[in-house]
């Protein structure tokens, strides 16, 4: 088991991505926080313990800090200090950039850069002083290409590309390995721009374009971040692992 004992926190793991993640991440031996503000986590949570995992839901808007540190104090309180977090929350308010009003581009930014940033602090010191750490971000490819209608989207995951890089220089000395993931899968996320008729054919034509000429799957997706949180990557930080099915070569 490549996590045995470790407490793993995910953001946005009541469904998608995040809850791939929770699921492999107890299979391989952690103990899980699925975070979320979404209640179906508890199902996420439950499910997870019904297999024999140990695993915990918690309700938390990563745009609040004062619900962040709610959460990690509790977090620690039952599974205790945490050694792995996924920055992994994420929503979408797609329009063209002369037509996008400023809630649609707060409400982005808040949820990747504030919430990413909050849960930063929030762990940071345990790491610190257990000299060993693991912290992923959920990035995507549309922060080195764009995407049309998300320029709010794409302004967000190449800041947390900033702050993958800057955490990773400063917290390499305490052995807290600093990464990202750029994926592309096929989860409710995507669903509104594969379905919006004014992305659909944007969309349609970079897969026909892309090597593998599929969508991924969550659990395929997972298999990047687990490298990302286990002793497997422990000479890798401040890196983008591109778990995409090689659609970044060609867009
Ligand atoms: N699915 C893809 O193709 C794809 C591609 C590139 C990047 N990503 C990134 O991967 C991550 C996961 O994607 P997904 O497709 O599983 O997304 P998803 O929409 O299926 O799940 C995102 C989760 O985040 C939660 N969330 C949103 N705002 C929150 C908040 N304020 N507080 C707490 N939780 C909140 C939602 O409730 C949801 O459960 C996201 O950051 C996304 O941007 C996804």
Same mark, same amino acid.
């Given at each position: 088991m490549l996590l045995k004992d470790k407490v793993a926190v995910v953001t946005g793991a009541a469904q998608g991505i995040g809850r791939a993640l929770v699921e492999r991440f107890s299979a391989e031996g952690a103990r899980v926080?699925?975070?979320?503000i979404d209640e179906r986590g508890a199902q996420t949570a439950a499910?997870?313990? #019904? &297999?024999? $995992?140990?695993?915990?839901?918690?309700?938390?808007?990563?745009?609040?800090?004062?619900?962040?540190?709610?959460?990690?104090?509790?977090?620690?309180?039952k599974l205790g200090p945490i050694d792995i977090l996924v920055n992994n929350a994420?929503?979408?308010q797609p329009?063209?950039?002369?037509?996008?009003?400023d809630e649609?581009?707060?409400?982005?930014i808040a949820v990747h850069l504030n919430g990413s940033f909050y849960w930063l602090q929030a762990v940071v010191a345990d790491m610190?002083?257990?000299?060993?750490?693991?912290?992923?971000?959920?990035?995507?490819?549309? #922060? &080195?290409? $764009?995407?049309?209608?998300?320029?709010?989207?794409?302004a967000a995951k190449s800041g947390m590309l900033g702050m993958v890089r800057t955490a990773a220089r400063e917290l390499g000395k305490y052995n807290i390995l600093v990464n990202a993931v750029a994926p592309a899968a096929t989860t409710d996320m995507t669903k509104?721009?594969?379905e919006d008729p004014k992305f659909a054919e944007q969309y349609a034509a970079a897969l026909k374009a892309h090597p593998l000429r599929r969508s991924g799957e969550p659990e395929e997706v997972a298999r990047g971040y687990l490298f990302l949180a286990s002793d497997l990557s422990s000479f890798v930080t401040g890196q983008v692992l591109s778990v995409d099915g090689g659609s970044m070569l060609v867009r």
């Open positions: 926080a699925v975070v979320d499910q997870i313990e #019904a &297999q024999g $995992g140990r695993a915990m839901f918690v309700h938390c808007d990563i745009t609040r800090r004062a619900s962040v540190n709610e959460a990690a104090a509790e977090i620690k309180s994420g929503n979408i329009a063209m950039l002369h037509k996008m009003t649609q581009w707060d409400s982005v610190m002083e257990r000299r060993w750490g693991r912290i992923i971000f959920s990035s995507s490819s549309t #922060a &080195q290409n $764009g995407s049309i209608g998300q320029i709010n989207y794409a509104t721009i594969r």
